[in-house]
C-alpha cells in the first residue's frame, strides 16, 4: 500500500482497498472474534484458532463431527463391540444436528443461500447480513405459513438493498426461481415487520453496473 490513503471497505464485493492507489489489501472479511491461544509463553503473540463462527450456518458452525474412520488415536482398527458403539453415536450426532423443525429449516434455507451466493455474486457480508434477516424473521415467526425460498429471496434482496449492492429484484427473481410478485410481498413483511431501515439508492452504483 502507497502509506498515503486509508482503508474502507466495499461491503457489496468484501474487499478491502486503499482508497488512495486502490491496491487491495484484503478480499474478503473476516470473523475476529474468535478463540485466540498463546504458544510461546515467553512473548504476548497469540495465534487465531478454530473456524471462524457464520450466521450463515444453522449452527453457526460450531458443531463438531465424529470421523468416519474405524481407528484409535493411535491409528489401530477398533475392536467390533467399540466399532458399534461408534456407528451408534455417529447416528445420534446426525440426528441431532436438526432435532426441530426450526433447525431443519435454518439448514435448508442456508444449503440454498450457499448454492446463491456463486449465483448472485454475494460477498461474506452481504451473505452475513441475508442470515441475520432470516434468523430474526424466524424468531418473529413470519417464516410460519409462507414459503423458505420467498422469505429468504426477500432476504437476499433486503440485505443488498441495506448493504447498498446493485441487484434488483429481477436479478434475485431470476437466480431464486421465484416470482418477482412473491418476493416483493415477503419483503414489504420484513421491512414492516423487522423494522429494517433502507437507504436510497445510489445511482452511481446503477451506472457502473450497467457499463460493466
Same mark, same amino acid.
Given at each position: 500500500?502507497?502509506?498515503?490513503?486509508?482503508?474502507?471497505?466495499?461491503?457489496?464485493?468484501?474487499?478491502?482497498?486503499?482508497?488512495?492507489? @486502490?491496491?487491495? $489489501?484484503?478480499?474478503?472479511?473476516?470473523? *475476529?472474534?474468535?478463540?485466540?491461544?498463546?504458544?510461546?509463553?515467553?512473548? %504476548?503473540?497469540?495465534?487465531?484458532?478454530?473456524?471462524? #463462527?457464520?450466521?450463515?450456518?444453522? /449452527?453457526?458452525?460450531?458443531?463438531?463431527?465424529?470421523?468416519?474412520? *474405524?481407528? /484409535?488415536?493411535? @491409528?489401530?482398527?477398533? &475392536?467390533?463391540?467399540? %466399532?458399534?458403539?461408534?456407528?451408534?453415536?455417529?447416528?445420534?450426532?446426525?440426528?441431532?444436528? =436438526?432435532?426441530?423443525?426450526?433447525?431443519?429449516?435454518?439448514?435448508?434455507?442456508?444449503?440454498?443461500?450457499?448454492?446463491?451466493?456463486?449465483?448472485?455474486?454475494? $460477498?461474506?457480508?452481504?451473505?452475513?447480513?441475508?442470515?441475520?434477516?432470516?434468523?430474526?424473521?424466524?424468531?418473529?415467526?413470519? +417464516?410460519? @405459513?409462507?414459503?423458505?425460498?420467498?422469505?429468504?429471496?426477500? =432476504?437476499?434482496?433486503?440485505?443488498?438493498?441495506?448493504?447498498?449492492?446493485?441487484?434488483?429484484?429481477? &436479478?434475485? =427473481? %431470476?437466480? #431464486?426461481? +421465484?416470482?418477482?410478485?412473491?418476493? $416483493?410481498? $415477503?419483503?414489504?413483511?420484513?421491512?414492516?415487520?423487522? &423494522?429494517?431501515?433502507?437507504?436510497? +439508492? &445510489?445511482?452511481?452504483?446503477?451506472? =457502473?453496473?450497467?457499463?460493466?
Amino acid at each position: 500500500m502507497c502509506g498515503k490513503g486509508q482503508l474502507v471497505t466495499d461491503l457489496e464485493s468484501g474487499e478491502i482497498a486503499c482508497n488512495k492507489c @486502490g491496491l487491495v $489489501s484484503s478480499d474478503r472479511l473476516q470473523e *475476529n472474534r474468535a478463540e485466540w491461544r498463546t504458544f510461546d509463553s515467553e512473548s %504476548n503473540d497469540r495465534s487465531r484458532v478454530g473456524s471462524p #463462527t457464520s450466521l450463515a450456518y444453522h /449452527d453457526m458452525g460450531l458443531a463438531t463431527v465424529i470421523g468416519k474412520a *474405524n481407528k /484409535d488415536s493411535s @491409528g489401530r482398527q477398533l &475392536d467390533p463391540s467399540m %466399532n458399534s458403539r461408534i456407528q451408534r453415536l455417529r447416528t445420534w450426532d446426525f440426528r441431532t444436528k =436438526a432435532h426441530s423443525s426450526t433447525h431443519r429449516n435454518l439448514l435448508h434455507a442456508f444449503n440454498e443461500l450457499g448454492r446463491l451466493k456463486d449465483k448472485l455474486s454475494l $460477498s461474506d457480508a452481504i451473505m452475513e447480513k441475508t442470515a441475520y434477516v432470516y434468523r430474526k424473521a424466524q424468531e418473529k415467526r413470519l +417464516v410460519r @405459513g409462507r414459503s423458505t425460498s420467498s422469505i429468504l429471496a426477500a =432476504a437476499i434482496y433486503a440485505a443488498c438493498r441495506e448493504m447498498q449492492a446493485s441487484r434488483t429484484l429481477r &436479478d434475485v =427473481a %431470476n437466480a #431464486t426461481n +421465484v416470482k418477482r410478485k412473491a418476493i $416483493s410481498r $415477503s419483503y414489504r413483511i420484513l421491512v414492516l415487520e423487522l &423494522d429494517i431501515k433502507v437507504p436510497l +439508492v &445510489d445511482p452511481m452504483k446503477c451506472i =457502473a453496473k450497467i457499463a460493466n
